[in-house]
């Protein structure tokens, strides 16, 4: 599975962004997609996820209300949508997806990371 991020930039506080994150490989293997964003010096952490299957969806307590997860099943990509952008978004933002089992050779493998896009939020 290959996972490829779009999107990011640089705006300003209050602003809007939309990030994408396509799919490509064994992506009738992928059970749930996630975003998460990574400051230099922090860990990685969830912002938000959808199943693939019935779009359920979760999201971190700071983006509730302002960023919105959706997917678009036929063309295999997830997006992100980001509203009334704070400077504490700022971050690089992955894709990950998990997997229902791992595929044949992956050494047990059951998730994919993409190479991530860097949102930058300026006051």
């Known amino acids: 599975v290959t996972l490829v991020e779009a999107g990011g930039g640089l705006v300003q506080v209050g602003d809007s962004l939309r990030l994408s994150c396509e799919a490509s490989?064994?992506?009738?293997?992928?059970?749930?997609m996630g975003w998460y964003r990574q400051s230099p010096g922090s860990q990685r952490d969830l912002v938000a996820s959808i199943t693939m299957g019935g779009g359920y969806t979760n999201y971190a307590d700071s983006v509730k209300g302002r960023f919105t997860v959706s997917r678009d099943r036929d063309k295999n990509t997830m997006y992100l949508e980001m509203s009334n952008l704070k400077s504490e978004d700022t971050a690089k933002y992955y894709c990950r997806a998990n997997l229902l089992f791992p595929l044949p050779d992956s050494g047990g493998r059951d998730y994919y990371w993409g190479q991530g896009t860097q949102v930058t939020v300026s006051s």
């Open positions: 490989g064994s992506t009738a293997s992928i059970n749930v």
